[in-house]
């Protein structure tokens, strides 16, 4: 099974950038999707966007488009979510997730397993 393991995160004024990091375990190897999500506080967990491994194809949600990019590192088995133009309402607990597949799902269902989550704190 894969494993995940996210770096990144922390306390950024709004307007300000932060990366994230989600590394696979290098015996993992495609077909698979790795999308990312995050959980406010009293919220139920949403999907941010999603990358495929082999083609690097994305997807986003409406509220972070233009402002969150998705790329990987097929070397080091990485995907990084990179976060412009933060705002307080992107303060949230980060999660990426594995998918054996092709298609970036929304679902967190179609999702095992996950990271272990970050911190990301914007402050206005």
């Known amino acids: 099974q894969a494993q995940l393991v996210e770096s990144g995160g922390g306390l950024v004024q709004a307007g300000g950038s932060l990366r994230l990091s989600c590394a696979a375990s290098?015996?993992?190897?495609?077909?698979?999707?790795i999308g990312w999500f995050r959980q406010a506080p009293g919220k139920e967990r949403e999907f941010v966007g999603g990358i495929n491994r082999s083609s690097g194809s994305t997807s986003y949600a409406d509220s972070v488009k233009g402002r969150f990019s998705i790329s990987r590192d097929n070397a080091k088995n990485t995907v990084h979510l990179q976060m412009n133009s933060l705002r307080p309402e992107d303060t949230a607990v980060y999660y990426c997730?594995?998918?054996?597949?092709?298609?970036?799902?929304?679902?967190?269902?179609?999702?095992?397993?996950w990271g272990q989550g970050t911190q990301v704190t914007v402050s206005s």
């Open positions: 997730a594995f998918r054996w597949g092709s298609d970036v799902k929304s679902q967190t269902s179609f999702y095992n397993p």
């Open positions: 290098a015996r993992t190897f495609p077909p698979y999707v």
